[in-house]
């Protein structure tokens, strides 16, 4: 349940003071970013969500991380060197790199948390990934000299890097084993990154400090990689959950920033003169679904005359507010995999779209479309879509469904039609898998085409985006020809920023990002 804004905005008093300044640091002032809920644990990859993964990622690194664009570049390794045959991935770590303790970076820290991270006690969350039942299976992880550490797999992989560099791996981040108690139980984590914890009030707030230790890479920050220099001394995450308290904090100075705006507050937000609004697309998806085994809906050419029925641009900008354009691939925008096969959307065709439903037969029987209100923009496609297929003479029937319903109806692929939302993946090849598979199986896929999953696998093995390229533009060309699905738009990422907090930048990943960020205090 939400709090009451009023008694949520009194509360926030004690929570927004600002820092104070470590002796001998030239950094000062204080970024406050809201944050609607706690974080779980401070234990990388471990007790998380995403909350977790973005303050952890500012005092921990991995050796790689994610871009901008989704790829994956070298973070605290310098180079990385891929075997011929795709087994062996040698990493050079960046020399004079250190943990916020002072104490130098070495392979055998590497090899520290990656034994934590590998023991099946411990549950880290991506440990299939990378044992076999998921994208890759390590055979051998060595560390032959203090700067170079080894991985061999038992098979080439395309996503063995890209596993490594998620966030909700904790980032595969390496800590130093001060980070752990003698009981083998986590204490806090000791990292590479530009902040250190300072203070985790249970409920109320989290505070970083900048670390002194940290050593930047050189180069434009680019998502997690780049140079990540602290400019302010403290970074405090406000855990505030009621959206309107969060925005009458922002409005009144006692936040600096909200990292995840609502469609819905974007106009009070352009409104306010203090404040500036960023918008990117993401890599998440607004889609809407058919189920390709309904009697009435396996005929592809009515999942066709669906499509052309639906102005694609016009729902876009409607169900997002204005904050998105069209896109119609499973690829989202932002991937750099996202090429001129994947740019193409569908125009409107009524007349074409009648001409099919003739052909297969259709005469008005009604097609029940599921959506919820929990989420205001599946409501919003639906209701949009129920008026524009009626000038084709479809006929759909909305059935509104809480979130918990409707997932579980999508697992079970129990519907004939749905608005859905995808959450962000990092890879075209996971884009794919997490609509595509054998319905028999996993009744949530809503693409089941045994070509297509030959495909991927083939994607899933081979790095070379040169060669990778044309297996997804071909995977585009058969999904859009299945029509399993209709993808609206990328997810929108829609951040809200005070003026005199310079730097803060949006992302495709969403999470907020406090290095680089300066606070001018009274602008």
């Known amino acids: 349940m939400k709090m009451r804004s009023s008694i949520a905005i009194a509360s926030l008093a004690a929570l927004l003071a600002g820092g104070v300044t470590s002796p001998g640091m030239a950094l000062e002032g204080t970024l406050r970013i809201r944050m609607n809920a706690d974080i779980r ?20 690194e991995g050796l790689v991380g994610y871009k901008d664009d989704a790829s994956v570049a070298p973070l605290l390794a310098k180079t990385i060197h891929v075997s011929q045959d795709g087994l062996t991935y040698t990493f050079k770590l960046r020399d004079n790199v250190t943990f916020s303790n002072g104490e130098k970076l070495t392979s055998s820290d590497v090899l520290f948390a990656w034994q934590r991270y590998s023991a099946p006690e411990n549950g880290w969350r991506c440990l299939p990934d990378v044992t076999g039942k998921g994208v890759a299976k390590v055979t051998s992880v060595s560390a032959p000299d203090a700067s170079t550490i080894v991985f061999t797999l038992d098979k080439p992989s395309a996503l063995f890097l890209t596993t490594l560099a998620r966030p909700d791996c904790g ?6 084993r001060s980070s752990i108690g003698p009981d083998g139980k986590w204490i ?7 902040f250190t914890l300072s203070e985790w009030r249970t409920g109320q707030f989290i505070e970083l400090k900048a670390n002194p230790s940290y050593s930047p890479i050189e180069g434009p920050v680019s998502g997690y990689v780049g140079n990540k220099q602290p400019r302010v001394e403290t970074v405090r995450f ?13 409005f009144t100075g006692d936040l600096d920033v909200i990292p995840d705006v609502d469609n819905t507050d974007v106009a009070d937000l352009k409104a306010n003169e203090t404040l500036d609004l960023q918008g990117r697309p993401g890599m998440g998806l607004t889609a809407l679904l058919f189920q390709t085994k309904d009697p009435l809906l396996s005929d592809v050419r009515i999942r066709k005359a669906l499509m052309l029925s639906l102005d694609l641009p016009q729902l876009a900008d409607v169900v997002s507010g204005g904050q998105a354009k069209a896109s119609s691939s499973v690829i989202p925008q932002p991937s750099p995999y996202f090429s001129k096969a994947q740019s ?3 125009a409107r065709d009524i007349a074409a779209a009648k001409a099919l439903l003739a052909e297969a037969g259709y005469n008005g029987q009604p097609i029940t479309w599921l959506t919820t209100e929990f989420y205001p923009q599946l409501f919003s496609a639906a209701v949009l879509v129920q008026a524009m297929v009626a000038e084709a003479g479809i006929n759909i029937q909305i059935e509104t469904l809480d979130w918990a319903t409707l997932l579980d109806r999508y697992t079970a692929g ?5 608005s859905f939302l995808y959450s962000a993946r990092l890879d075209p090849s996971l884009s794919y898998d997490m609509v595509s598979g054998d319905k028999s199986a996993q009744p949530n896929k ?19 985006p040169a060669k990778r390229q044309p297996i997804f533009d ?4 058969m999904i859009r020809a299945d029509v399993p699905l209709v993808v609206l738009y990328s997810g929108t990422r829609i951040i809200a920023v005070r003026k005199g907090v310079e730097g803060f930048a949006i992302w495709p990943l969403g999470l907020p990002r406090a290095w680089g960020v300066s606070v001018i205090e009274g602008k």
């Open 41 to 60: 644990s401070t234990d990388p990859g471990f007790n998380r969500d995403a909350n977790t993964d973005a303050v952890v990622g500012h005092i921990v």
């Open 171 to 176: 980032q595969t981040g390496i800590y130093h």
């Open 188 to 194: 806090a984590p000791i990292g590479t990154g530009p």
């Open 238 to 250: 406000v855990i505030v959950p009621d959206d309107s308290a969060a925005k009458a904090a922002l």
């Open 344 to 346: 193409q959307v569908p």
């Open 414 to 418: 129990r519907y004939t039609a749905m």
């Open 446 to 464: 809503v693409w089941d085409n045994a070509q297509g999953r030959e495909l991927m696998a083939q994607a899933r093995v081979i790095s070379d």
């Open 474 to 477: 071909r995977l585009e060309d």
